[in-house]
């Protein structure tokens, strides 16, 4: 025990011989490998691990898995080599990083882990050869993407003046960046590189401001430009000027989507029921007056001609009420709705909503599951559009929650499966095909690369809004509902656009509060594309001349002039 106690002493000894700057002999901590570290765990010793990282779960305190030839270990925390903790981010230290290191033993509900960790040396392999930028220190004007990009330790003390905007994320704790903070998986699915980098930089790249005053129910997004502030420690600033802040103001007026003469809104309408009582909804006819004219409100001020909606009660009710509050607002009968014939029930459903002197669905309504929740939960449907008679099919969808048990990757994936396997009977009718819905997976995951690189589709909100969102989740933001067309439809689409009328906006507009507003109809943000058809009726005159071979694709109304004396073969099929 008097062994033991001694050790305990002189290891607390180091940590502040570290602190204050120094150094121990090295013979003070040896070097061993994990397998080692793990036989001596009763030995109570600091030693000197090597390793690479993985499996990093937290970028403030350091904890991750180190791995060695001989085994892997948990890390609870790291400290960088002066004692100082919670600066993890600051360190650079990525997935794949070789790691040297020091701590002790301890083993925690039956695992094996690293405790009084503290940084020593790392090494990135993918960079052995490229030198860090140069950052000149004695600057006091800065940009933050530039000069910040090896971390803050080099400016902790330091008065500067940033060249850059920060945007508000908290706006209780006013946490900042120099970029609204995307979800990793908008960059990588977890576990590739791309996906630890923007961890990386999400960690370095957020601060907290102080010296500042917001303005009460101020929303997310609010700019901070020109920012003078002392860097008091890593991922603080204190401000020492008064910045000009620029709101992220409740929108009023709908984003340009060009020349479009369609318009389609993908919309989650969070749990729309009129049956009260049930597993989700308003909790009472009060509650449910409010939410009636919420989101009435917001989908009439969207002015589409198509609403693929998601949450929806299942039957006939629900819709059906949404439709007569639509055709109240527009003073006249011009809404209607796709009955897919499914009886009410306490759960949720897709379905269209459609201005019937715009648009007519057209065909059958397609179910890519014949069983399963997910029955009332994905569709395709052909419209026609009525001044141009053009064709194109919407699906909606609303796949497998992030909440849950299970894997829900892999459920999300099987709806991916069972959509596209349905996409050919879509393309049969039209080969057009728009795809919409609460995805509830970020951009780059795996269920939504089997429909962009598995079957050509193009993502229009990479294409036109890459910048937008459509959800915030603990202070990142993100999309997860999705807009992607067929190659054929790309140059029909004028615009797709992510409308900023929920995520940002505070709870205290939701209905339940009493608020009967437009704004925060819902928790997702709606998506708009806009679809111009019918245009080359007039201008799309194609000469073929004699002799040559060509295939071309006509769209209705459009016009081929043989040239020539010869005899020509026309083959096809002609679609009513």
Same mark, same amino acid.
Request: charged share 20%; net charge negative.
């Given at each position: ?26 013979? $003070? ?11 001596? $765990? ?21 904890n ?20 100082q ?58 940009d ?41 998986? =908008?960059?990588g ?20 401001? !102080? ?44 984003p ?34 409010y ?30 009420e ?12 011009v ?15 897709v ?32 419209? =026609?559009?009525? $001044? ?6 919407? !699906? ?12 829900t ?14 996409? !050919? !009977? ?19 995951e ?83 594309v ?14 073929? =001349? ?11 109304g ?19």
């Amino acid at each position: 025990a008097l062994v033991a106690l001694i050790k305990t002493i002189m290891k607390r000894i180091y940590l502040i011989f570290a602190i204050i700057g120094i150094m121990m002999p090295s013979y $003070a901590v040896a070097h061993i490998s994990i397998a080692e570290f793990i036989e001596r $765990a009763e030995d109570n010793t600091t030693y000197r691990l090597c390793g690479v990282v993985s499996n990093i779960v937290n970028m403030t305190y350091g904890n991750f898995t180190l791995e060695d030839e001989t085994g892997s270990i948990y890390v609870y925390g790291l400290l960088t080599s002066t004692g100082q903790s919670k600066q993890f981010a600051s360190m650079g230290i990525v997935e794949g990083d070789t790691l040297t290191m020091q701590g002790s033993y301890k083993l925690y509900k039956g695992t094996h882990e690293v405790v009084d960790g503290q940084y020593i040396s790392h090494v990135s392999p993918a960079e052995e050869d490229v030198e860090k930028p140069e950052i000149d220190y004695t600057k006091t004007v800065v940009d933050f993407e530039t000069d910040f990009a090896n971390g803050w330790s080099g400016w902790v003390g330091k008065t500067l003046t940033f060249t850059n905007d920060f945007y508000i994320h908290d706006t209780y704790n006013k946490r900042m960046a120099y970029h609204r903070l995307r979800s990793p998986e =908008e960059y990588g699915d977890e576990g590739t590189k791309e996906y630890t980098n923007a961890k990386t930089t999400n960690a370095i790249a957020e601060c907290t401001l !102080s010296g500042v005053t917001l303005k009460s129910g101020c929303r997310p997004g609010t700019i901070i430009r020109g920012l003078k502030a002392k860097v008091t420690a890593a991922n603080t600033l204190q401000a020492v000027n008064t910045p000009t802040i620029i709101y992220n103001e409740l929108p009023t007026e709908l984003p340009d989507l060009g020349n479009a003469n369609v318009v389609i809104a993908g919309t989650n309408i969070e749990n729309f029921f009129v049956t009260l009582g049930g597993y989700a909804g308003a909790k009472n006819e009060t509650t449910l007056a409010y939410q009636k004219q919420k989101i009435s409100k917001g989908l009439y001020h969207l002015n589409a001609d198509i609403y693929a909606i998601c949450e929806m009660e299942q039957g006939p009710l629900a819709a059906t009420e949404m439709v007569r509050l639509l055709n109240e607002l527009a003073g006249t009968n011009v809404y209607d709705w796709v009955n897919a014939g499914f009886s009410t029930y306490d759960a949720i459903m897709v379905c269209y909503i459609y201005r019937k002197d715009k648009v007519t669905p057209y065909g059958d309504y397609i179910k890519p599951y014949t069983s399963s929740v997910y029955l009332y939960r994905e569709a395709i449907q052909c419209f =026609e559009h009525i $001044a141009t008679q053009e064709r194109f099919n919407v !699906s909606v969808n609303h796949f497998k929650a992030k909440s849950g048990t299970g894997d829900t990757d892999g459920t999300r994936q099987t709806n991916m499966q069972k959509l596209i396997s349905k996409l !050919s !009977s879509a393309e049969a009718i039209d080969p057009d095909v728009l795809v919409m819905g609460d995805l509830n997976a970020y951009t780059m995951e795996a269920s939504n690369l089997l429909l962009t690189e598995g079957e050509g589709y193009v993502d229009l909100l990479m294409k036109y809004d890459p910048n937008g969102y459509s959800y915030v989740y603990d202070k990142l933001v993100g999309y997860l509902d999705h807009a992607y067309c067929s190659p054929s439809m790309e140059s029909q689409v004028t615009k797709a656009v992510s409308y900023h009328m929920n995520a940002d906006t505070p709870t205290s507009y939701e209905y339940s509060k009493g608020n009967t507003t437009m704004y925060r109809y819902a928790d997702h943000e709606p998506i708009l594309v806009g679809l111009h058809l019918g245009e080359d009726v007039s201008t799309n005159i194609e000469e073929v =001349e004699t002799g040559v071979a060509c295939t071309k694709v006509l769209r209705n109304g459009q016009i081929v002039i043989l040239r020539g004396d010869n005899a020509y073969t026309i083959t096809g099929q002609l679609i009513y």
